[in-house]
């Protein structure tokens, strides 16, 4: 039984992580995407908030699993007996950056293995980042996330919240 683990800080998350998550459990028997909660980020939504995110995001009876986590994804690997890390990739741009931690992460967990998922052309410019500045400048995003999270950011906007930062 092959474990991935799909780490990522989700915040949040789109119809670009949705389709690496949907085609990593085609390929593996167990997918554990794991929400990063890095207390040197600043983040629009809590840890708890972007896991609930997520859940609500998958498709109604999905047996991907979903958690928080701190650290190093070779950590949460070893934590989920996973054998393999997911990273999603959008453009050559993103190879540079995923490259080095591959191989950072190869270092310090040889038994751990990355693969690169490239998402599906419709979503290749898409990245949180950029969903969240369209967004505060009135963009319309509904097509690049699911209803719930459309709605979390609406809600998120009406409450004039600043962005949260995690408590380690």
Not at 38 to 48: D, I, R, V
Not at 52 to 68: H, I, Q, W
Not at 144 to 155: C, E
């Amino acid at each position: 039984m092959t474990a991935a683990v799909y780490p990522g800080s989700f915040d949040p998350i789109h119809r670009g992580h949705l389709d690496v998550i949907e085609r990593a459990r085609e390929i593996f028997d167990r997918v554990v995407v794991g929400v990063l909660e890095n207390p040197a980020k600043a983040y629009l939504f809590s840890a708890e908030e972007r896991v609930e995110l997520v859940r609500r995001s998958l498709p109604p009876g999905s047996d991907v699993r979903v958690r928080r986590f701190s650290g190093l994804a070779v950590g949460l690997a070893a934590d989920e007996g996973a054998t393999v890390i997911v990273r999603g990739l959008r453009q050559i741009s993103d190879l540079d950056q995923e490259f080095q931690m591959a191989l950072m992460n190869r270092r310090l967990a040889p038994r751990v293995h990355t693969v690169f998922l490239t998402t599906a052309f419709a979503n290749v410019y898409l990245s949180s980042s950029l969903l969240k500045e369209v967004f505060a400048l009135g963009g319309a995003i509904d097509e690049m996330v699911t209803p719930s999270v459309a709605a979390a950011l609406r809600a998120r906007r009406s409450a004039s919240v600043a962005p949260v930062a995690t408590t380690g």
